[in-house]
T-cell receptor, first 112, second 114 residues
């Protein structure tokens, strides 16, 4: 049973617009969440994280929102750029462990 | 070299072969990880090493054998693999083995078992 789900396998967005990538989780023990970005032929690279004590974390064009009651997090990219085209993975973990549980990824394509 | 490197980047092997995957991290980290990513599946944690000691074996078949001679190097020895073991194998490292220590990934080895 997948504990972290990314239900949209792909997303296309026009350059300059907002990209919203979604992630749902089932385990209420998760208290730390991360987003990774992966380009073809490269490993995942860390993008942004959020602790469950917050509901928002911002880093430049990237903002992650956490809704604990809905067990949902989202990554907003504003404005989207063609270089943002990649596969985005969300991951969740519990502070009592070091294991990351990953989603299956969402492929974002930003159209110029 | 910087970050986490993996060799080879691509590997094709028969079911009776023995091969090894190598990972090296240049970040001064103490924890290293092996992950497997099969098509359309999430990354699955296989093994974890902390200060060269194995701390996690996530029910991985014995045909996969990890080795960590020091905190900078991690190997995955492969023997008598099955076609379903074809996948992307990713190595990662983190400063410590805690949830908030970000894991940094290498580029992966794309393995094909014939």
């Amino acid at each position: 049973d997948q504990q972290v789900k990314q239900n949209s396998p792909s997303l296309s967005v026009q350059e300059g617009r907002i990209s919203i990538l979604n992630c749902d989780y089932t385990n209420s023990m998760f208290d730390y969440f991360l987003w990774y970005k992966k380009y073809p032929a490269e490993g995942p690279t860390f993008l942004i994280s959020i602790s469950s004590i917050k509901d928002k974390n911002e880093d430049g064009r990237f903002t992650v929102f956490l809704n604990k009651s809905a067990k949902h997090l989202s990554l907003h990219i504003v404005p989207s750029q063609p270089g943002d085209s990649a596969v985005y993975f969300c991951a969740a973990t519990n502070s009592g462990t070091y294991k990351y549980i990953f989603g299956t990824g969402t492929r974002l394509k930003v159209l110029a | 070299e910087t970050g986490v490197t993996q060799t080879p980047r691509h590997l094709v092997m028969g079911m009776t072969n023995k091969k090894s995957l190598k990972c090296e991290q240049h970040l001064g980290h103490n924890a290293m990880y092996w992950y497997k990513q099969s098509a359309k599946k999430p990354l699955e944690l296989m093994f974890v090493y902390n200060f060269k000691e194995q701390t996690e074996n996530n029910s991985v078949p014995s045909r996969f054998s990890p080795e960590c001679p020091n905190s900078s190097h991690l190997f995955l020895h492969l023997h008598t693999l099955q076609p379903e073991d074809s996948a992307l194998y990713l190595c990662a490292s983190s400063q410590e083995r805690t949830s908030t220590d970000t894991q940094y990934f290498g580029p992966g080895t794309r393995l094909t078992v014939l």
